[in-house]
């Protein structure tokens, strides 16, 4: 059975910055893509930013580049979200998503099959 954890989620002012991370247990993933997706209220789940296994290749969307990075550690199993310049528009519930069938990093939350229980973010203006 695989685990997926976040943690690092938390309250931070206009500006500010956090870290997220994502952990997996119960299965090695030695191909997957992985993502985070956000999720605000009233509003669909989005696509944050995707690594994918080797190179490694990162997506951004265009909300977040230049602000979030991501990356992922193979040997331990793990990802992680730098966000500085968070804004409040960056509010919102975030996932870490794991899609173990493609190559590509796609966007849409339907191709993933695994997901975390989310983690708050919450930045005040």
């Known amino acids: 059975q695989v685990h997926v954890v976040e943690s690092g989620g938390g309250l931070v002012q206009a500006g500010g910055s956090l870290r997220l991370s994502c952990a997996i247990s119960?299965?090695?993933?030695?191909?997957?893509?992985m993502a985070w997706f956000r999720q605000a209220p009233g509003k669909e789940r989005e696509f944050v930013a995707g690594?994918?296994?080797?190179?490694?290749?990162?997506a951004y969307a265009d909300s977040v580049k230049g602000r979030f990075t991501i990356s992922r550690d193979n040997v331990k199993n793990t990802m992680s979200l730098q966000m500085n310049s968070l804004k409040p528009e960056d509010t919102a519930v975030y996932y870490c998503?794991?899609?173990?069938?493609?190559?590509?990093?796609?966007?849409?939350?339907?191709?993933?099959?695994?997901w975390g229980q989310g983690t708050q973010v919450t930045v005040s203006s």
């Open positions: 119960g299965r090695a993933f030695n191909t997957a893509v």
């Open positions: 998503a794991i899609d173990s069938r493609a190559f590509t990093i796609r966007r849409f939350a339907g191709a993933y099959e695994y």
């Open positions: 690594i994918s296994w080797s190179s490694p290749i990162m």
